[in-house]
């Protein structure tokens, strides 16, 4: 018990409640402004979304956001109003990719919101043993694994005839060689051009899911000194996660092939699996195959 001529008193009952949701309301209210605040400085351009009629004011729309994030419209709008109830973890990471945040800013997210913040995800460059498996198991698909950064991993015989045999090279960046060594006659080609956005619309989505992976980010700064083209794509911001397109290509031994390039995500280390598949019994299919067959039977390359 207190001393005489103590000044402590007793606290009245339900004090410690009343304090703890004072600092939950504090925290609903800081979480509820960071939110306006990252919603209207990003550009339904930047988020990926059509640009659709003229807008009172800048940033995305409560509803995009929602959208974005796979969240009702009324649960959001309730968290931007700061009488939503306490975010999940999982919210709070889907709104962190929604609004494009950086690590800091999605640290600080979670720890308003009284979270710890998530380990930070990192690239990998190791092939795991099944996706050398994968390879070796496609002998009539040209098929190649490429990094977080488009530099290539590992690949099979019949992808050499495409991408070459690359065991002797130093240099194995796939956006590098496009925009530094490319023939200038080869940007007039409407696929070359489509093909060259989506991979650096790829490498953006790379950029905001991986901040401050010193590989990515020394190579956009690098392209961005050297490449003229690549900073225009580059400033137009577009992202988009790289999806399967139709490709024609004309090969010097075979001539002109047409084929899906399908890509396979690998979440666990950001990398992707690139495949060229012809449709069945077309011509592009017969020339695989004769590829194919002059290319030498041996495992897979990799680094």
């Not at 939503?84 to 609004?99: D, E, I, N």
């Not at 080869?186 to 093909?195: C, E, L, P, R, T």
């Not at 004769?290 to 290319?295: K, N, R, T, V």
Request: net charge neutral.
């Amino acid at each position: 018990m207190p001393g005489i001529g103590s000044t402590t008193q007793a606290r009245p009952p339900g004090a410690g409640q009343r304090e703890n949701e004072d600092m939950n309301s504090t925290r609903r209210a800081e979480l509820a402004d960071f939110l306006r605040a990252r919603r209207a400085r990003l550009s339904p351009r930047e988020a990926g979304l059509p640009e659709v009629g003229r807008r009172r004011t800048p940033g995305l729309r409560r509803q995009e956001v929602a959208q974005l994030a796979g969240l009702s419209v009324d649960y959001y709008i309730r968290l931007e109003q700061a009488r939503g109830p306490h975010p999940s973890r999982q919210v709070l990471s889907a709104l962190a990719r929604a609004l494009m945040l950086t690590a800091d800013e999605r640290d600080y997210v979670f720890r308003v919101a009284g979270e710890s913040p998530p380990r930070l995800p990192r690239p990998s460059r190791e092939i795991s043993p099944g996706i050398r498996h994968l390879l070796d198991s496609m002998p009539g698909t040209p098929a190649y694994v490429v990094d977080a950064a488009y530099n290539v991993l590992a690949w099979n015989p019949l992808a050499t005839h495409f991408i070459g045999n690359l065991s002797g090279h130093e240099d194995r960046n796939m956006i590098r060689w496009t925009f530094l060594r490319t023939a200038p006659g080869v940007w007039s080609d409407a696929d070359f051009v489509g093909f060259t956005r989506s991979t650096v619309a790829d490498l953006r989505a790379s950029y905001a899911r991986y901040p401050g992976d010193p590989g990515i980010d020394s190579l956009v700064t690098e392209m961005l000194a050297l490449a003229p083209r690549f900073a225009q794509m580059w400033a137009e911001h577009e992202v988009e996660v790289r999806g399967p397109m139709l490709k024609h290509v004309t090969h010097p031994a075979v001539g002109p092939l047409e084929f899906e390039c399908q890509v396979l995500h690998i979440a666990e280390t950001g990398q992707r699996l690139i495949a060229y598949c012809a449709a069945p019994g077309s011509a592009t299919e017969a020339a695989f195959r004769e590829l194919a067959a002059s290319a030498p039977l041996r495992p897979a390359g990799h680094i």
